[in-house]
């Protein structure tokens, strides 16, 4: 899925609502994510790490899709 350039709340979600749309319908235990739209699309890292895990949190426990394990990879890099 591909994330919104720039800081869009409503995209962002979409994007991890229809990965876990597609964990549930496939049946998938483990699912990794990156940080969607933090790198070079431009989303501030805290904010996209907090609508991440509120959304998977969310999805998860209204859906009751049992995940076995989800990685996230929140990433800073350093510009000299």
Known sequence: TVGPVGENPTLLTSCYETCLELVLKHGIKTVAFCGISTGILG???LEASQIATTIIITITTTMKI???EVIMEMLKINKK
Do not use: D
């Open 43 to 45: 989303y501030p890292l």
């Open 66 to 68: 049992v995940i076995m």
